[in-house]
């Protein structure tokens, strides 16, 4: 039977093209570190919208806490939260997450994201949980382009930073 399980172990690793976590990340910006009262000295990948039945939310990830480290590495924002996870194999692995005031250790099983089902939501539930690219699909739709696109730029969307400069 642990031939069996290890077989298993194996191949599904090896299937196993990128990754996920099955929840959308951000940098911290300034307003989200005033808004949610996150310390100057919290670095690491905030989490936003936790897709429903993905490792994330089964593992008990919610949206606000930030990740700090990956496995065993540290991360300090989205980028290297991105590169760590990619260095990981589906199945479990560690997350050092700050929720609040409480340093926590979570164990999540990561899936591969081509077979994770994003979920669809309108753009503006998704701008309101914190993703910055639905802000700015708002920009092009609506008379407060400032607004959303300012908003999206808080979020770490670079392409509304870029379009709120123009």
């Not at 994330?56 to 590169?83: H, K, T, W």
Request: glycine share 10%; hydrophobic share 40%.
């Amino acid at each position: 039977m642990a031939l069996l399980e290890s077989v298993l172990a194996v191949s599904i690793a090896a299937t196993c093209s990128a990754p996920s976590l099955g929840a959308e990340v951000t940098n911290i910006s300034h307003r989200i570190r005033r808004e949610r009262q996150i310390p100057s000295f919290v670095t690491g990948a905030l989490v936003g919208p936790v897709w429903n039945g993905g490792p994330a939310a089964r593992a008990g990830f919610e949206s606000g806490d930030v990740i700090q480290g990956v496995g065993d590495e540290l991360v300090q924002n989205v980028c290297e939260f991105e590169r760590a996870l990619s260095r990981q194999r589906c199945g479990e692995v560690r997350f050092a997450v700050r929720r609040g005031t409480r340093n926590l250790e979570i164990t999540a099983a990561l899936a591969d994201a081509g077979r994770l089902r994003r979920p669809k939501r309108s753009d503006a539930a998704a701008c309101r949980d914190g993703d910055g690219a639905a802000c700015r699909n708002l920009a092009g739709r609506d008379d407060a382009v400032d607004h959303f696109l300012r908003q999206g730029c808080d979020l770490g969307d670079g392409e509304s930073c870029y379009r709120l400069a123009l």
